[in-house]
């Protein structure tokens, strides 16, 4: 240490002025580093002749959609695309929510088994599936899984359900009240429900790579509750099942639910990775209106605005939920 | 307890038990007698052999590979010096661990195992095999070496160690891209393995600093530092990597003025450094969260500057109790290079996708991905490995079981 | 309010608080700057042209085994590069897919994109993307492909079936014209890259596939058994295809816009890489030859008024041979496809390829 202190202390020690200088040096590289690349935007986008526009979204979109909720046809404009995609990405990651925690749930209490066998496959599932990419994982249940389905005659069939090339056909209601269940038609399947298996190779790489995830925040949720617990549980001879279901995954929710706010959030923005199999998710119907209307700027605003507006919703409601679960505690 | 005993105690406990163990050890010994016979028969290596280098390096000119393979051997000797030093080296307050221990005994052995048979296995030319083998006798020797005489130079081992992973880092860039002498090969002639790797390591590397500012600046007092940070952080975290990266694609080039705008590999590498800095930055703040705020205030009693408190006391505590999520985040920050296929970049499933797209591999994409799949796990493996192992080393003693 | 604010938590406030600046922020006007020729004298900096291709089709843009790309696009970038720098190895390619294609050219990325791109009003037009189209090379038409045995013969056949199609290509749009037009329903498939769209219908997801004719005709070739696909015989749309600068630089596309016209006109007036020396000493020797000394630069200044150097015709063909010799090796009778010239002949002989006068 420099033992020639001064009497008074230089400016630079100044523990007033100090934390003012650095936000304002900080304030001011923002200010600069902002305008400079505004700056620029604007010159190129004008030189490009791109400048802000949102005029195209009421034009007709003249592209397909391949299976939508929301009725959608080519003469429609880009926001009812846009919206239809919108719906379609919902769509999957709602059913991925609750795939993915009945999944998560199921295998993270595996691990704590009685079973030596259960508790330690449960384990090594949960880590391998956790170690690959979920882009590649979508890929592999498209072409290698889905693709590689039988088709027409061939096809999986079991009774009123059929898995074929084409897709999942479930049995429901037609037609009003009428039940029917799939029928092959000159050799293409039909049926009242139906999933196609770009929509079933997203939703089946959604749920398996999150609910590995979800597994683990329920294991450790697990984890947390004290031993005695289970001890007493058993002690008043529930068993192990009836011990975790009464006992033990009341309390778990406690550090449950904040974990799998986090995991449903990440469901939600993995959705966006549907281009990898041919699913046409909001992400998807954005990239080819930026094909078809070159405005860049615009498209990305949308993306980044709707999937916002899904994490906000998520997080409302996860955060309701985690009120309700922590007064139930007290 | 005999192993019938545990077995039984294990697998057999009750008949429900019992029943689900009968169950579950049929359906995986059908599981795996069916996936051997078909990587055994059915299987069609063919297009792992006849593709290995362009999964490996893409378009990495034929040529200039030499440096790679130099590349290669470098980190193998790194690795294995690294890895003798940490076990030669006395850890304070714990007795001397023996030279090999029974966990190191079993990793050479499967190291020995692997490199014998998989080269081969790949159809890989003698030549090359030659090379794997003469690389796995590297690791092992210098790890043999290391850990011998670590003791004996502890003091210049400990200062070096920490230097040898940059240093190597950055001579393995100039090996890769070229200068000082060699040869440029643009980042648009890396592909496969070698791209992944890169872009990972260089997002990981650029992040972490970036991370540690974010979360610093997150709990700031100062209200225009902790502002900026939450919006960057939150920002970044709300939206899909895709988008992003898409963002980088499209748009970065009008916010730049023209062709200064980073070659789109590299511009790649950035997108993901500061998607990972956003994610890292919340790790590290859950890590300077678990240490008391008496520290800081204790330091700065000492008489430490604000920045030497951080830095010798918040941090190193801080950073410790981040560790697993700071490497969980590296390991899916290697996940996530994946997604530069989405964006046109060559990166190991972009190469494995064009592989595909020739005709006569069709219908043999579940071995590609298989591959990959292999590599990749073994790779988020190993850094997990690695992170529980500095974890158990770094944790002081009064912590530890 | 507080209500809201307890339920809302505080990361979610502020990224939207984040969007908002962004909203604001794009929302901000500024005036733009006239430029010159910036991207010739960028493109003679740094020594290099870069070009935007697709790297993946046989006969237009393709890989070799030997990393060396070739085709029809690729002797495109190679021309310019050859007249504009002289040299036709001067060229970084670039693989772009097809919805990140006008991105890259519009924010400068790629200075030339010759990636089988049709022309269209929308994509030319200031209001639209904003591109500035040299000369079509490719005079093509989109069309069907579907597996031999399937009974498709029309368009009509695919009502109600699933169309493999690569997402954000004018295809996609002309089929769903089509399929309206005829009232028919069917299921597009949509994949962002060639590769997977192919790779979808040969493991038969869907029951045809739709892209340019020669495109189709280029990908059959690879197939295992190209006689088990059918090309319809429908043609769907006109599909010129055509190589495309930005509307930024003026200057930058005219240089594009007559490199490309002087591989016609060349073709014409019968030059080819092998003669080109012999009529260039030809044309120096006989002053009568006016029309052959402009063409050449021997006399008069076209290549300075287009910002070329005044014999970039003569780099051009000696680099990569006139229109029809690029044809021929990369698409016709050189090469694996074998495609007919058709509406791609000179238009003395009854084609479409017409170079306006060098005058």
């Known amino acids: ?330 | 307890m005999g192993p019938i005993q545990r077995l039984r105690k294990d697998l057999f406990a009750n008949p429900l038990d019992g029943l689900v163990s009968v169950l579950l050890l049929s359906g995986l010994a059908v599981a795996g007698y069916r996936l051997l016979h078909w990587a055994l028969t059915q299987a069609r290596w063919a297009v792992i052999q006849a593709n290995s280098t362009l999964l490996a390096v893409g378009r990495y000119p034929i040529e200039q590979q030499w440096r790679l393979w130099l590349l290669v051997a470098l980190v193998a000797a790194a690795s294995g010096l690294s890895w003798g030093v940490l076990r030669g080296l006395p850890v304070r307050d714990r007795p001397k661990t023996t030279l090999w221990p029974s966990n190191d005994r079993l990793a050479a052995i499967l190291l020995v195992f692997l490199a014998s048979w998989t080269p081969a296995l790949l159809g890989l030319t003698l030549a090359i095999q030659a090379r794997w083998w003469t690389l796995t006798a590297l690791v092992l020797l210098m790890r043999w070496l290391a850990g011998r005489y670590a003791g004996r130079f502890a003091k210049p081992a400990a200062l070096a160690m920490p230097l040898l992973w940059p240093l190597l880092y950055l001579l393995g860039m100039v090996l890769i891209g070229g200068g000082l002498g060699l040869v440029t090969v643009g980042a648009n002639e890396w592909g496969g393995l070698l791209l992944t790797l890169v872009e990972a390591s260089f997002a990981i590397l650029l992040s972490f600093p970036l991370g540690v500012l974010l979360a610093l600046g997150r709990r700031s007092s100062l209200p225009m530092l902790r502002w900026g940070s939450i919006v960057y952080i939150e920002f970044i975290r709300g939206a899909p990597l895709i988008t992003l990266l898409f963002l980088g694609q499209n748009i970065l080039g009008f916010l730049l003025p023209g062709g200064l705008a980073p070659d789109r590999v590299w511009r790649a590498a950035w997108i993901l450094t500061f998607f990972s800095a956003a994610y890292l930055a919340e790790a590290v703040r859950s890590g300077l969260a678990a240490v008391p705020r008496g520290q800081l205030e204790a330091a700065r009693s000492l008489g430490l500057s604000l920045p030497q408190a951080l830095g010798r006391v918040v941090l190193p505590q801080a950073l410790r109790v981040a560790l697993p999520a700071t490497v969980g985040q590296f390991i899916s920050l290697l996940q996530d290079t994946t997604l530069l296929s989405l964006i046109g970049l060559l990166d190991l499933l972009g190469t494995a996708r064009s592989v595909m797209a020739n005709p006569l591999y069709l219908g043999k994409s579940a071995e590609v991905y298989l591959t990959l799949a292999v590599l990749f796990w073994c790779c988020c493996a190993a850094l997990g490995l690695g992170s529980r192992a500095l974890e158990r080393r770094l944790s002081p003693p009064s912590l530890s079981r | 309010m507080p209500f809201l604010r307890k339920l809302l938590p505080k990361r979610s406030l502020t990224s939207t608080l984040g969007l908002a600046l962004l909203l604001v922020s794009c929302a901000a006007d500024g005036g733009g700057g006239g430029l010159q020729s910036q991207k010739i004298d960028l493109i003679k900096g740094r020594a290099k042209l870069i070009c935007g291709v697709d790297g993946k089709l046989p006969g237009f843009s393709f890989v070799g085994s030997d990393g060396a790309y070739s085709g029809l696009d690729v002797d495109v970038c190679k021309a310019v590069a050859a007249s504009l720098l002289g040299d036709p190895a001067k060229v970084d390619y670039r693989d772009l897919n097809s919805s990140e294609r006008f991105a890259a050219l519009a924010s400068g990325e790629v200075d030339l994109l010759s990636r089988n791109t049709t022309e269209t009003l929308s994509r030319d037009a200031a209001g639209g993307n904003g591109l500035s189209f040299a000369p079509t090379t490719f005079y093509d038409g989109q069309g069907v492909m579907a597996a031999a045995g399937s009974g498709v013969k029309s368009l009509k056949d695919l009502a109600g079936k699933p169309i493999c199609v690569e997402s954000g290509t004018t295809t996609e749009l002309n089929l769903a014209d089509r399929m309206r037009e005829i009232k028919a329903t069917y299921t597009p498939l949509k994949f962002q890259t060639g590769d997977q769209t192919y790779a979808a219908y040969l493991q038969g997801r869907c029951l045809a596939v739709t892209s340019d004719r020669s495109q189709l005709a280029a990908k059959r070739t690879s197939f295992p058994d190209p006689a088990a696909h059918l090309l319809l015989e429908e043609v769907l749309s006109k599909e010129p295809l055509t190589p495309a600068t930005t509307n930024a630089d003026p200057v930058w596309s005219d240089a594009v816009r007559w490199s490309v016209y002087a591989l016609m006109q060349a073709e014409e007036l019968g030059i080819t890489k092998a003669n080109v020396a012999a009529k260039l000493a030809q044309a120096k020797a006989n002053p009568n030859l006016a029309d052959l000394r402009r063409f050449l630069g021997v006399e008069g200044d076209f290549g300075k008024t287009l910002g070329l150097p005044a014999d970039f015709v003569v780099k051009e063909i000696a680099a990569v041979g006139n229109y029809g010799e690029i044809f021929d090796r990369n698409v016709g009778p050189g090469s694996k496809l074998k495609l007919d010239r058709g509406l791609n002949r000179q238009w003395s002989k009854g084609g479409l390829i017409y170079s306006p006068p060098f005058r």
Not at chain 1, 175 to 199: C, K, M, N, Y
């Open chain 1, 1 to 330: 240490m420099a033992d020639s202190t001064p009497a008074h202390p230089p400016w630079w020690h100044n523990r007033r002025l100090l934390p003012w200088l650095v936000q304002g040096a900080v304030g001011l590289t923002l200010l600069v580093v902002i305008a400079f690349l505004l700056g620029n935007l604007v010159r190129n986008l004008s030189a490009a002749g791109l400048l802000l526009s949102w005029r195209w979204l009421g034009q007709p979109a003249s592209f397909d959609i391949a299976e939508t909720l929301l009725p959608f046809n080519a003469s429609e404009p880009y926001w009812r695309g846009l919206l239809a995609g919108l719906v379609n990405t919902v769509r999957v990651v709602l059913l991925g929510f609750v795939g993915a925690t009945v999944l998560g749930t199921v295998v993270g209490s595996a691990s704590f088994s009685s079973n030596a066998l259960v508790k330690r496959l449960a384990r090594i599932v949960v880590e391998v599936i956790r170690n690959i990419p979920l882009l590649l994982q979508l890929v592999f249940w498209y072409f290698v899984v889905f693709l590689a389905l039988p088709n027409g005659a061939e096809a999986i069939q079991l009774p009123g359900i059929v898995l074929a090339k084409s897709g999942l056909f479930l049995p429901g209601f037609e037609a009003g009240l009428h039940w029917s269940g799939p029928t092959l038609v000159d050799g293409i399947w039909q049926a009242p429900l139906r999933f196609t298996p770009e929509f079933g190779a997203l939703l089946t790489g959604l749920v398996v790579y999150t609910g590995a995830f979800i597994a683990e925040v329920v294991r450790g949720g697990i984890a947390s509750v004290p031993k005695g617990q289970w001890e007493a549980a058993a002690s008043l001879g529930l068993g192990a099942f009836e011990s975790l279901r009464r006992i033990i995954i009341p309390q778990a929710l406690r550090v449950i639910v904040p974990g799998l706010n986090t995991q449903y959030i990440s469901l939600a923005k993995n959705s966006s990775l549907a281009v990898a199999c041919g699913y046409t998710d909001l992400y998807s119907v954005a990239e080819t209106s930026l094909n078809q209307t070159g405005r860049a700027i615009e498209v990305i605003v949308i993306l980044l605005a709707a999937y916002l507006a899904i994490n906000l919703v998520i997080s409302l409601v996860m955060n309701g939920l985690n009120r309700l679960v922590q007064i139930k505690e007290r």
